[in-house]
């Protein structure tokens, strides 16, 4: 890695530093980050000081000042695209996309990685996506997708989410190959939730109240469906997490029951059983550091803000270990490419 022409990174939309923190253990030099939002950029700063942070809007930033990096990331907002949100797309002033496509044209990187939710490849938006690939294409990359599911790799979370690669053209790349599954595939089982969270830093309670619904909606599973108000659910403690929100802090957050209330009130209700009024007793909502530990964060990255803003930068990141496995699977590819070409790795 040492040997390579162009190591250094920008991290746009970098936010807390998921994104930053999982490429900087896969080996790049993360040398600027980019996030408007004041209370995420203190949270970078005060756990990478050693980046370069600007607190800036990406549309004033010309990108020419980083010519010839060895890695342009980020993530753009994503509820333009949200299958939870109002689906506005490119409608949607949030939509920063084509600032990812304008800043990899001036800075002219070695290469790109660019993460976004799924609902970005659904039928509604495939088109604008292709649009945007055939934009980098044109740039001179080899571009590659592939939505990928964190808790494939370890996370202890059900998290889609799409990358898209640009490579110098010619050179081989691959998403990584899954390392975690079910049982019977023969993989390293799912990381669960139970001992992800196990021994977590004590933190502040989160106090919304776990109320029973007036209606409830039964599934098969006690994890799905909808038993309480708000849309936090229950988590199934030997398995990986619901995906961890941004909207959580109050009745949004996800729920644990290590006494199985929940549990048992589903199957009362499949039995026939009345809804039930009132709290649930003995269950309560994940607080920041649990979420920050099924995020993959280390217990020693600290958030800035009020409460609310750390659940917020705590669901909207990128999952470290998720942004390892792949920063580092390109890292790999542009790397052995150079020492089998003996030539520099320079768009």
Known sequence: MENMPATKAIDLFAGAGGLSLGLKMAGWDVQVALEIDADAINTHRANMPEVRHLCDDVRDVDFAEFKNLGLVAGGPPCQPFS?????????????MVPQFVRAVKEAKPTAFLMENVHGLTTAKFRPYLESKIRELRKLGYDVHWKV?????????????????????????FAFPEPTHGPHSEGQVPYATVRNAIQGAPVDTPNNAKVVYCKNPILRKSPHAGMLLN????????????????ASAGGNRTHILDPNGELTAYHQHLVAGGSPRVGEAKGCRRLTVRESARIQTFPDWFEFSGQRSRQYSQVGNAVPPMLAKVVGNALRLALFESHHATEEPLIV
Not at 83 to 89: C, D, E, N, P, W
Not at 156 to 167: A, C, D, E, S, Y
């Open 83 to 95: 299958v939870s949100g109002k689906q506005l797309g490119m409608k949607d002033l949030r939509d």
């Open 148 to 172: 990928l599911n964190a808790a494939d790799y370890g996370v202890p979370q059900n998290r889609l989410r799409l990358f898209i690669i640009g490579v110098p053209k010619g050179i081989p």
């Open 230 to 245: 708000g849309k936090g659910r229950p988590l199934n403690l030997d398995g990986p997490s619901h995906t961890i929100p």
